[in-house]
């Protein structure tokens, strides 16, 4: 790991009851050259168009394609991942979501915080993420 992460574990073993698999982690020490991304929602970098999907799962691997595209290229990789913090729309969403989040960050353990709001910045958006990873020395 290009971090070192403090109680690493997996959201199948915290959250029983909901069908997730995610691995995070309680906290994250890192050194480096830092990246703060902007939150990334469901649409497309070059164009700032929507992908036309109201789907969940979606629009979610729309964004963490985005967060993975950003990243490297400001020269780092999907392992510097430091932190998440997920928006939501509707609670609903929650597993969904997270479940497809889970196959962009497996192995890597950053720490995460999901929130439900009233809304996003366009209508069309269920899920919002923002990101910050961070290039060791």
Same mark, same amino acid.
């Given at each position: ?8 574990? /997996?959201t199948r073993d915290t959250y029983p009851e909901q069908k997730l698999? /995610?691995?995070l982690a309680q906290a994250v020490i890192a050194r480096g050259t830092?990246?703060? !991304? ?6 497309? !970098?070059?164009?700032?168009? /929507?992908?036309?999907? $109201? ?5 979610? $691997? =729309?964004?963490?394609? /985005?967060? =993975?595209? !950003?990243? @490297?290229?400001?020269g780092g990789r999907m392992e510097h991942l430091t932190k998440l ?7 609903? $969403? ?8 889970? @196959?962009?960050?497996?192995?890597? $353990? ?17 899920? @919002? ?9």
């Amino acid at each position: 790991m290009a971090h070192t992460r403090i109680r690493p574990f /997996n959201t199948r073993d915290t959250y029983p009851e909901q069908k997730l698999d /995610n691995d995070l982690a309680q906290a994250v020490i890192a050194r480096g050259t830092m990246i703060f !991304l902007r939150g990334q929602c469901p649409q497309d !970098l070059d164009t700032a168009q /929507n992908i036309g999907s $109201h789907d969940p799962v979606e629009q979610t $691997h =729309k964004v963490m394609q /985005n967060i =993975k595209q !950003l990243i @490297e290229e400001c020269g780092g990789r999907m392992e510097h991942l430091t932190k998440l913090v997920v928006y939501l729309t509707d609670v609903r $969403h929650r597993e969904p979501v997270y479940r497809t989040m889970g @196959e962009y960050i497996r192995g890597v $353990h950053p720490v995460c915080t999901g929130l439900t709001v009233v809304a996003l910045a366009r209508p069309d958006w269920l899920v @919002e993420i923002d990101a910050t990873a961070v290039i060791p020395d």
